[in-house]
């Protein structure tokens, strides 16, 4: 079996919430050794929910397959411990506020001046520079601010709950260490690489054309609802109360479409022409589609729609997807033993490669619990040294319970 392909590879993760921890998680995954560098307190994203028996879900789901070394890092003595792991690493993941990351060393002249080959994934809520670098940001304020919120809903803007700029934001963080990882076998030298709420989502915003349509002279989209756009395409009610979404695109489709509602006419009817001709008239062929489905219970409806060969998808809940026998079959949900919780059901990493089967998962870590294995493999450090540290104050007095 071939070794995983980041094995080798250190990251510290100094990551906190989604973003971060998500692209430190995405790196263990592939197989780096990921080692979450935090206080001896809980830190606030180890008391986020949901909750089960107490502990924190979103903790577990977002640091699996993660070591924990924990100690305090703000205090002289813990600066001086972390940059000698930072000097020890190949990646270090952070999403501290500006003013936070200066206070810990954090500025990428500084740590790569320390470690030259670090990779250095900095993430942020506006970007480093600009008028607005030093505000706070979430995923929610960035869908606000990118106009991607003013197009949900219909009577006023929705904030869409998953949180996908964050996720969105790792990735990007991810895709820009791989590659600053390749550049390294090429020129010995690490970098930084910055990735930022705004930019993300203004990233998606930009290449599905919705800039270039303002700046041509288009109105800015504003609620759509759930109505595809320059296509056809909604949400319908399936006669056993149930919702289904469907998609049209492309002529062929429109064809089938028709055969499926019986109204072959309405194929040659110039109103709906195009892709865009039946977006203008939407209003004339969606009653037709609400009306079918309106007759019809949900499994009739998807049946029938497989038949003619037309995306028709049921609007599942989270707990369908939980029990959903397709990504059951693709091992989408693994269980992980948590100690603490039992087993919780985790996602895997997105994606399947051909040379690396998908590794077994170890649970998220209790706080501190790799402090003794860490600063051993790291910096050979003796049990008497790491005894000291515990007397000075730099390290828990003993390995801290899971919060």
């Not at 995954?29 to 089960?52: I, N, S, T």
């Not at 954090?106 to 320390?114: D, I, N, T, V």
């Amino acid at each position: 079996m071939s070794l995983p392909l980041l094995a080798g590879i250190r990251v510290l993760d100094l990551g906190r919430f989604i973003a971060a921890p998500y692209a430190a998680q995405l790196l263990a995954d592939l197989g780096a050794e990921v080692v979450r560098v935090e206080r001896p307190q809980p830190e606030p994203d180890r008391q986020r929910g949901p909750y089960h028996q107490g502990a924190s879900l979103y903790f577990v789901t977002l640091n699996r397959h993660k070591k924990s070394v924990a100690f305090e890092m703000f205090s002289e003595a813990g600066r001086q411990l972390l940059d000698q792991l930072l000097a020890r690493a190949d990646v270090l993941v952070q999403n501290y506020a500006p003013r936070t990351a200066r206070a810990l060393g954090l500025s990428g002249e500084r740590l790569l001046a320390l470690n030259p080959r670090l990779v250095v994934l900095s993430i942020t809520g506006y970007g480093p520079t600009g008028p607005d670098a030093k505000r706070v940001a979430f995923d929610g304020l960035a869908q606000a601010r990118s106009g991607a919120m003013a197009c949900n809903g219909t009577d006023q803007p929705y904030l869409n709950h998953l949180p996908y700029v964050d996720f969105s934001t790792a990735l990007y963080g991810c895709f820009g260490v791989m590659a600053a990882l390749y550049e390294r076998q090429r020129t010995g030298k690490g970098q930084v690489v910055e990735v930022s709420l705004m930019e993300t989502v203004s990233a998606f915003i930009g290449a599905y054309g919705m800039i270039a349509e303002v700046a041509c002279g288009g109105p800015p989209r504003q609620r759509q609802g759930n109505a595809l756009v320059y296509a056809l395409g909604d949400c319908v009610r399936a006669g056993d109360g149930e919702y289904v979404l469907f998609n049209c695109i492309g002529d062929g489709m429109f064809k089938r479409l028709c055969a499926l509602l019986d109204r072959p006419e309405l194929a040659a009817d110039p109103r709906f022409a195009s892709d865009a001709a039946r977006y203008a008239h939407r209003d004339a062929l969606l009653p037709l589609v609400a009306s079918w489905a309106a007759a019809r219970t949900t499994p009739e409806i998807l049946a029938a729609a497989e038949r003619f060969r037309l995306p028709f998808e049921r609007v599942s809940t989270v707990a369908d997807l939980a029990g959903d026998a397709h990504m059951q079959a693709r091992s989408m949900f693994p269980r992980l033993a948590q100690p603490g919780l039992g087993e919780v059901p985790v996602a895997r990493l997105g994606m399947t490669l051909s040379a690396h089967p998908h590794p077994e998962l170890r649970p998220a870590p209790a706080i501190g619990e790799h402090n003794e294995e860490v600063l051993t493999a790291w910096l050979g450090y003796s049990p008497a040294q790491i005894e000291a540290l515990r007397r000075q104050g730099v390290l828990p007095p003993q390995p801290a319970p899971d919060s």
